[in-house]
Protein backbone atom coordinates (compact mmCIF):
# COMPACT_ATOMS: atom_id res chain seq x y z
CA UNK A 1 0.00 0.00 0.00
CA UNK A 2 1.96 3.00 -1.61
CA UNK A 3 0.93 6.31 0.56
CA UNK A 4 2.97 8.66 -1.54
CA UNK A 5 3.17 7.99 -5.30
CA UNK A 6 5.14 9.89 -8.13
CA UNK A 7 3.32 8.23 -11.12
CA UNK A 8 5.52 9.50 -13.60
CA UNK A 9 8.84 8.05 -13.10
CA UNK A 10 11.16 10.26 -15.78
CA UNK A 11 10.51 13.65 -17.59
CA UNK A 12 12.27 15.74 -20.10
CA UNK A 13 12.30 19.06 -19.93
CA UNK A 14 14.58 21.46 -22.29
CA UNK A 15 16.87 24.23 -20.30
CA UNK A 16 15.15 27.91 -19.58
CA UNK A 17 11.31 25.84 -19.47
CA UNK A 18 9.68 25.19 -16.37
CA UNK A 19 10.09 21.86 -14.86
CA UNK A 20 6.53 20.10 -12.68
CA UNK A 21 6.91 17.44 -10.63
CA UNK A 22 4.02 15.59 -9.26
CA UNK A 23 3.46 13.51 -5.80
CA UNK A 24 0.10 12.27 -4.97
CA UNK A 25 -0.39 11.10 -1.76
CA UNK A 26 -3.22 9.32 0.57
CA UNK A 27 -2.87 9.69 4.14
CA UNK A 28 -4.96 12.52 5.60
CA UNK A 29 -2.43 12.48 8.64
CA UNK A 30 0.04 14.08 6.63
CA UNK A 31 1.41 17.01 7.74
CA UNK A 32 4.22 17.96 6.18
CA UNK A 33 6.09 17.43 2.72
CA UNK A 34 9.42 17.57 1.39
CA UNK A 35 10.82 17.03 -1.82
CA UNK A 36 14.79 15.95 -2.13
CA UNK A 37 16.54 15.64 -4.99
CA UNK A 38 19.40 13.05 -5.45
CA UNK A 39 22.59 12.63 -8.16
CA UNK A 40 23.74 9.21 -8.87
CA UNK A 41 25.99 7.75 -6.37
CA UNK A 42 25.37 10.30 -3.41
CA UNK A 43 22.70 10.75 -0.88
CA UNK A 44 19.42 12.46 -1.45
CA UNK A 45 19.43 16.03 -0.93
CA UNK A 46 16.88 18.10 0.68
CA UNK A 47 15.36 20.70 -1.66
CA UNK A 48 12.08 22.71 -0.28
CA UNK A 49 9.18 21.60 2.19
CA UNK A 50 5.58 22.63 3.13
CA UNK A 51 3.42 22.34 6.00
CA UNK A 52 -0.41 21.71 5.62
CA UNK A 53 -1.04 24.97 6.75
CA UNK A 54 0.27 26.82 3.53
CA UNK A 55 -0.30 25.79 0.16
CA UNK A 56 2.47 26.76 -1.19
CA UNK A 57 6.59 27.43 -0.35
CA UNK A 58 9.26 29.40 -2.61
CA UNK A 59 12.65 29.04 -2.64
CA UNK A 60 14.42 30.58 -5.65
CA UNK A 61 13.83 28.95 -8.55
CA UNK A 62 11.84 26.06 -6.70
CA UNK A 63 8.51 26.29 -5.60
CA UNK A 64 6.09 23.76 -3.85
CA UNK A 65 2.26 23.79 -4.31
CA UNK A 66 0.00 21.93 -2.10
CA UNK A 67 -3.76 21.01 -2.73
CA UNK A 68 -4.84 19.11 0.36
CA UNK A 69 -8.58 18.78 -0.83
CA UNK A 70 -6.92 16.05 -3.81
CA UNK A 71 -4.10 14.85 -1.91
CA UNK A 72 -1.63 16.36 -4.22
CA UNK A 73 1.81 18.29 -4.13
CA UNK A 74 3.59 19.78 -7.41
CA UNK A 75 7.64 21.42 -7.48
CA UNK A 76 7.62 23.53 -9.98
CA UNK A 77 11.77 24.15 -10.97
CA UNK A 78 11.84 27.62 -13.32
CA UNK A 79 13.80 28.07 -15.10
CA UNK A 80 14.97 24.45 -15.32
CA UNK A 81 18.81 23.81 -16.12
CA UNK A 82 21.11 21.21 -17.00
CA UNK A 83 22.40 21.01 -13.53
CA UNK A 84 18.90 20.21 -11.69
CA UNK A 85 18.93 16.63 -13.82
CA UNK A 86 18.77 14.31 -10.90
CA UNK A 87 16.13 11.95 -8.97
CA UNK A 88 13.17 13.91 -7.25
CA UNK A 89 11.64 12.02 -4.18
CA UNK A 90 8.53 13.38 -2.56
CA UNK A 91 8.11 12.11 0.94
CA UNK A 92 5.84 12.76 3.52
CA UNK A 93 5.31 13.27 7.52
CA UNK A 94 3.09 13.68 10.36
CA UNK A 95 3.52 14.98 13.91
CA UNK A 96 1.86 11.90 15.67
CA UNK A 97 4.18 9.42 13.28
CA UNK A 98 6.77 11.11 15.30
CA UNK A 99 8.38 12.63 12.07
CA UNK A 100 8.75 9.65 10.29
CA UNK A 101 9.45 9.58 6.67
CA UNK A 102 7.16 7.93 3.58
CA UNK A 103 8.93 8.51 0.22
CA UNK A 104 7.26 7.85 -2.77
CA UNK A 105 9.28 6.16 -5.84
CA UNK A 106 11.24 9.19 -7.88
CA UNK A 107 11.08 10.82 -10.85
CA UNK A 108 13.64 11.03 -13.25
CA UNK A 109 14.28 14.71 -14.46
CA UNK A 110 16.20 15.48 -17.46
CA UNK A 111 17.10 18.64 -18.30
CA UNK A 112 18.13 19.18 -22.08
CA UNK A 113 20.33 21.91 -23.14
CA UNK B 1 30.82 21.33 8.64
CA UNK B 2 30.47 17.10 8.21
CA UNK B 3 27.59 15.44 6.84
CA UNK B 4 26.63 12.34 7.97
CA UNK B 5 29.21 9.83 7.45
CA UNK B 6 28.67 6.51 6.45
CA UNK B 7 30.99 3.21 5.91
CA UNK B 8 31.97 1.27 3.73
CA UNK B 9 31.18 2.98 0.84
CA UNK B 10 30.94 -0.13 -1.16
CA UNK B 11 30.77 -3.83 0.28
CA UNK B 12 30.59 -7.00 -1.74
CA UNK B 13 30.27 -10.62 0.00
CA UNK B 14 29.43 -13.63 -0.42
CA UNK B 15 26.30 -15.15 1.01
CA UNK B 16 26.08 -16.30 4.77
CA UNK B 17 28.62 -13.67 5.48
CA UNK B 18 27.81 -10.81 8.22
CA UNK B 19 27.57 -7.17 6.94
CA UNK B 20 28.12 -4.41 9.50
CA UNK B 21 27.46 -1.08 7.89
CA UNK B 22 28.61 1.93 9.49
CA UNK B 23 26.64 5.64 10.16
CA UNK B 24 27.85 8.48 11.72
CA UNK B 25 25.12 11.25 12.03
CA UNK B 26 25.76 15.49 12.16
CA UNK B 27 27.00 16.54 15.01
CA UNK B 28 24.21 17.63 17.62
CA UNK B 29 20.86 15.61 15.79
CA UNK B 30 19.57 13.35 17.86
CA UNK B 31 17.11 11.25 14.99
CA UNK B 32 18.87 8.68 13.06
CA UNK B 33 17.46 6.82 10.35
CA UNK B 34 18.41 4.08 8.39
CA UNK B 35 16.92 3.34 4.56
CA UNK B 36 17.09 1.13 2.05
CA UNK B 37 16.64 1.77 -1.23
CA UNK B 38 15.83 -0.81 -4.17
CA UNK B 39 14.44 -0.56 -7.16
CA UNK B 40 11.65 -2.59 -6.77
CA UNK B 41 10.62 -0.83 -3.59
CA UNK B 42 12.28 2.35 -3.55
CA UNK B 43 13.46 4.25 -0.48
CA UNK B 44 12.45 2.17 2.53
CA UNK B 45 12.69 3.37 6.16
CA UNK B 46 14.57 0.52 8.00
CA UNK B 47 14.46 1.71 11.74
CA UNK B 48 15.00 4.46 13.36
CA UNK B 49 16.07 6.14 16.86
CA UNK B 50 15.93 9.24 18.70
CA UNK B 51 18.29 10.15 21.65
CA UNK B 52 20.12 6.75 20.88
CA UNK B 53 16.58 4.87 21.85
CA UNK B 54 14.98 2.86 18.90
CA UNK B 55 11.42 4.10 18.17
CA UNK B 56 10.74 1.90 15.49
CA UNK B 57 11.57 -0.93 14.18
CA UNK B 58 8.60 -2.13 12.13
CA UNK B 59 10.46 -1.32 8.60
CA UNK B 60 13.34 -4.21 9.42
CA UNK B 61 12.71 -6.94 6.73
CA UNK B 62 13.53 -10.03 9.44
CA UNK B 63 15.43 -11.07 12.22
CA UNK B 64 18.48 -11.11 9.96
CA UNK B 65 18.64 -7.19 10.48
CA UNK B 66 19.83 -5.55 13.47
CA UNK B 67 20.59 -2.26 14.37
CA UNK B 68 22.45 -0.22 17.49
CA UNK B 69 23.09 2.92 18.47
CA UNK B 70 25.68 2.82 21.21
CA UNK B 71 26.06 6.40 22.16
CA UNK B 72 25.01 9.82 20.32
CA UNK B 73 27.39 9.71 16.86
CA UNK B 74 27.58 5.81 16.17
CA UNK B 75 25.01 3.56 15.00
CA UNK B 76 25.17 -0.20 12.74
CA UNK B 77 23.14 -2.03 11.00
CA UNK B 78 24.00 -5.80 11.00
CA UNK B 79 22.94 -8.36 8.56
CA UNK B 80 23.75 -11.86 9.44
CA UNK B 81 23.70 -14.22 7.84
CA UNK B 82 23.69 -12.27 4.45
CA UNK B 83 21.27 -12.92 1.42
CA UNK B 84 21.75 -12.06 -2.20
CA UNK B 85 18.08 -9.95 -2.26
CA UNK B 86 19.82 -8.16 0.82
CA UNK B 87 21.63 -6.30 -2.33
CA UNK B 88 20.74 -2.70 -2.32
CA UNK B 89 22.06 0.84 -1.19
CA UNK B 90 21.56 1.42 2.22
CA UNK B 91 21.30 5.43 3.53
CA UNK B 92 21.94 6.74 7.14
CA UNK B 93 20.27 9.87 7.87
CA UNK B 94 19.65 12.17 10.68
CA UNK B 95 18.38 14.95 12.10
CA UNK B 96 17.53 17.32 14.89
CA UNK B 97 13.84 17.05 16.19
CA UNK B 98 12.40 19.44 18.82
CA UNK B 99 9.26 21.23 18.42
CA UNK B 100 9.18 21.72 14.69
CA UNK B 101 9.75 19.26 11.81
CA UNK B 102 13.87 19.40 10.71
CA UNK B 103 14.54 17.96 7.49
CA UNK B 104 16.37 14.91 7.90
CA UNK B 105 19.99 14.63 5.96
CA UNK B 106 21.33 11.82 4.70
CA UNK B 107 25.10 10.23 3.77
CA UNK B 108 25.95 9.12 0.55
CA UNK B 109 24.81 5.18 1.33
CA UNK B 110 26.43 1.90 1.37
CA UNK B 111 25.98 -0.27 -1.81
CA UNK B 112 25.84 -3.50 -0.50
CA UNK B 113 25.79 -6.42 -2.95
CA UNK B 114 25.53 -10.02 -1.88
CA UNK B 115 27.29 -12.73 -4.38
Known amino acids: DQQVKQNSPSLSVQEGRISILNCDYT??????FLWYKKYPAEGPTFLIS?????DKNEDGRFTVFLNKSAKHLSLHIVPSQPGDSAVYFC????????????FGTGTRLKVLA | DAGVIQSPRHEVTEMGQEVTLRCKPI?????LFWYRQTMMRGLELLIY????????DSGMPEDRFSAKMPNASFSTLKIQPSEPRDSAVYFC?????????????FGDGTRLSIL
Open chain 2, 27 to 31: SGHNS
Open chain 1, 27 to 32: NSMFDY
Open chain 2, 93 to 105: ASSSKGKSNQPQH
Open chain 1, 91 to 102: AASWASGTYKYI
Open chain 1, 50 to 54: ISSIK
Open chain 2, 49 to 56: FNNNVPID
